[in-house]
């Protein structure tokens, strides 16, 4: 298994950072797995402007976004917005929190679209759909200007597959067992097992929000060429689509120990090919974003040791706020 951070392994397994300037006077900094996805989530909503059609991500990232997004329109310091969800259950998030939704029937082109991620790779290819939504994100995501991904550093790997966790398939129904058979013999050479995903209570097997079924993959070893991969997957019938997305993403946002990492992605010659720019934003940053979310949520938020992180002044200009 190929995860880039193993001590992220977990959900919600609290991390432990060591200030660096102050390691003998302050306690560690103690940052949850969904703390670092909120920071993301937070700091992808920054490219959100008023007027913008956007694409509503699906999951544990994508939701505090959504939530972010809401909570901005509600203060009035966005307007003017309209979302287009990827899942039943975002839009009845998005409708919970005020966002006026329509589909891409009426915007057949959005601006901007925020979302997490399984895995991601180097080349900011994804492994998208654990949660099962992945055929209306790539629909939604495959039409906006600008795809923001929002991690938290356990989803980097090597390459995709290399968590050793699911790659899903949507696939129909009908003789799922054929479906099944024929994607793992498509990838024997990377000893591939395809496994029909089922509800943990009842057995049943999982539905889509579009009444598929979903075959998540298995790989031991790099199924290699990720084009000819999806091709080959695409060309199978009964194949609804796949979780790789592959150039799709604009921008990759990780919250890690460190800080906020961000990156871009060119276009160049119609494709999105290069990584353009990175930044960090170190653990400073990460530290104030940490005290605004202490801030709006005072009622129900818990103190914060990444106070202990704050200069001074920074602390007291967050309390004018
Ligand atoms: O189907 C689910 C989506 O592709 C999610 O964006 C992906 O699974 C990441 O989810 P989470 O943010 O909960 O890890």
Not at 2 to 22: N, W
Not at 83 to 98: D, F, M, R, Y
Not at 226 to 247: N, Q
Request: charged share 20%; net charge negative.
């Amino acid at each position: 298994m190929a995860i880039a951070y193993p001590h992220f392994i977990g959900s919600d397994m609290p991390i432990v950072v060591e200030p660096p300037l102050m390691a003998s006077a302050a306690p560690p900094v103690i940052l949850t797995q969904d703390e670092l996805k909120k920071i993301a989530a937070y700091k992808a909503v920054e490219f959100v402007e008023s007027g913008m059609v956007l694409g509503l991500g699906t999951g544990s990232t994508a939701k505090h976004a959504v939530s972010r997004i809401g909570e901005l329109l509600q203060q009035g310091k966005l307007h003017n917005i309209v979302g287009i969800p990827t899942s039943k259950i975002t839009h009845e998030q998005a409708l919970s929190v005020g966002i006026p939704l329509s589909d891409l029937d009426a915007h057949p082109v959005l601006d901007l679209a925020i979302d997490g991620a399984d895995e991601v790779d180097p080349f900011m290819n994804l492994v998208k759909g654990r949660g099962g939504s992945l055929l209306r994100e790539k629909m939604v995501e495959g039409a906006c200007k600008k795809f923001v991904v929002i991690v938290d550093e356990s989803k980097l790997v090597k390459h995709l597959g290399g968590s050793g966790l699911a790659m899903p398939v949507e696939i129909v129904p009908f003789c799922w067992k054929f479906t099944a058979k024929r994607l793992e013999l498509m990838f024997e050479e990377a000893g591939c097992v395809g496994k029909l995903r089922r509800f943990v209570g009842n057995g049943e097997p999982f539905v889509t929000d579009n009444g598929n079924y979903i075959v998540d993959l298995y790989f031991k070893r790099d199924i290699g060429d990720l084009r000819a991969a999806s091709d080959a997957i695409l060309r199978l019938a009964g194949v609804v689509e796949h979780g790789m997305f592959l150039d799709m993403a604009t921008t990759l946002i990780v919250a890690g120990e460190l800080g906020v990492t961000v990156k871009n992605k060119e276009v160049l010659g119609g494709r999105r090919v290069k990584i353009a720019e990175t930044s960090l934003e170190f653990i400073n940053a990460v530290a104030q974003v940490q005290l605004k979310l202490c801030l709006s949520l005072r009622a129900t938020a818990k103190p914060s040791p990444l106070l202990w992180l704050i200069p001074l002044e920074s602390y007291l200009l967050l309390f004018d706020l």
